[in-house]
């Protein structure tokens, strides 16, 4: 099968160039079209026959194991069918792993992303040059995943399915996701100034982020609340507004990180076990939903930042206890009076 050179570098120069690779890719793609071609109209599955094409002339030639020419005379019109669509099946292999090889350097980042469709589990998504899957277990219960939505999303890795197929997968529970939006909202974050020292999350529900800074006429927590808490609330509408978001001082003193963690509740004291890593932590009755949270979500979250677990102890506020005592009072007047 012989092209002449002018329309065979034509046609080259005009794939690559559309679909953005190498000649080199397209020579390769030919190759093993070609000989696909072949075999199917030989009946030929011989390993040691290979196809070579000449990149100057696009002469392309059918070879035996020992480098002669095989080449049938009426290398027609089927098998250049054949080899038309191998080629575009390669071209368009090719493009996508290229595609797959550009986002490998974009794991981590976060992007804008359509829904496109979704099934009973995986959300997919226009990521712009590529789809994204959003498997179910990276999804938020409370986001609504309508065609054409846009979700801001984490690029969390590049995996292989069962099929060996690579994916894109997004995420929109990772703690990456929380930490790049603050990243890109707050400044001092981006420059180093202000220190993310963890982050734990109940995606949907809440999150706690502990903040740190060396420097003292930097306000941490203030940078990333920002003013009239404009930067928070920023990212909490990134996440779909649902999540609220607690920001923190970080401490190396497991006391006071458990008193930050656990506001808005008011803590009376601790008591800690630093060997079994337990912490008692004693509220006022009337703080106790406060402290442990809607479905516990406020304690766990808490247990995850410390690394301790906690155990929510309630005491009896002033006002009762002096309540008591004076009914105390009055039953004893009482059994005084009447004997």
Request: aromatic residues 4%.
């Amino acid at each position: 099968m012989v092209i002449t050179r002018n329309e065979f570098i034509l046609a080259i120069n005009q794939i690559a160039n559309e679909r953005g690779i190498a000649p080199e890719d397209v020579f390769a793609s030919i190759e093993e079209a070609v000989l696909v071609a072949y075999r199917k109209e030989t009946n030929d599955e011989s390993e040691e026959i290979t196809a070579k094409i000449d990149p100057q002339t696009g002469i392309v030639k059918i070879l035996d194991k020992n480098g002669k020419d095989i080449t049938p005379e009426n290398f027609g019109r089927i098998a250049a069918q054949t080899a038309k669509q191998v080629i575009l099946q390669k071209i368009r292999l090719v493009e996508k792993m290229r595609t797959i090889k550009a986002f490998e350097e974009k794991v981590g980042d976060i992007i804008k992303a359509r829904v496109i469709r979704r099934d009973n589990r995986n959300v997919y998504m226009d990521i712009g040059k590529a789809e994204g899957v959003l498997p179910i277990d990276e999804q938020i219960d409370k986001d609504n995943y309508r065609p054409n939505s846009v979700f801001t999303v984490l690029i969390k890795e590049i995996k292989e399915d069962k099929f060996g197929n690579q994916r894109i997968i997004l995420s929109r529970r990772d703690n990456k996701l929380l930490e790049q939006l603050l990243r890109r909202e707050v400044p001092e974050i981006e420059s180093g100034s202000v220190e993310i020292k963890k982050i734990v999350r109940a995606p949907g529900e809440r999150a706690k982020v502990a903040v740190y800074s060396k420097s003292r006429i930097i306000d941490a927590v203030g940078a990333c609340v920002g003013q009239k808490g404009v930067r928070v609330q920023t990212i909490t509408k990134e996440l779909g507004e649902s999540e609220k978001i607690d920001i923190l001082n970080y401490s190396d003193n497991v006391e006071e990180l458990i008193r930050s963690a656990l506001a808005p509740a008011k803590v009376e004291k601790i008591k800690l076990d630093n060997k079994k890593k337990t912490a008692k932590v004693y509220v006022n009755e009337d703080q106790a939903a406060l402290a442990i949270g809607q479905k516990g979500v406020n304690v766990n979250l808490t247990v995850k930042l410390v690394g301790f677990d906690i155990d929510i102890i309630q005491v009896k506020s002033d006002s009762s206890e002096k309540a008591t005592a004076s009914e105390d009072k009055k039953t004893t007047e009482t059994q005084e009076e009447e004997s």
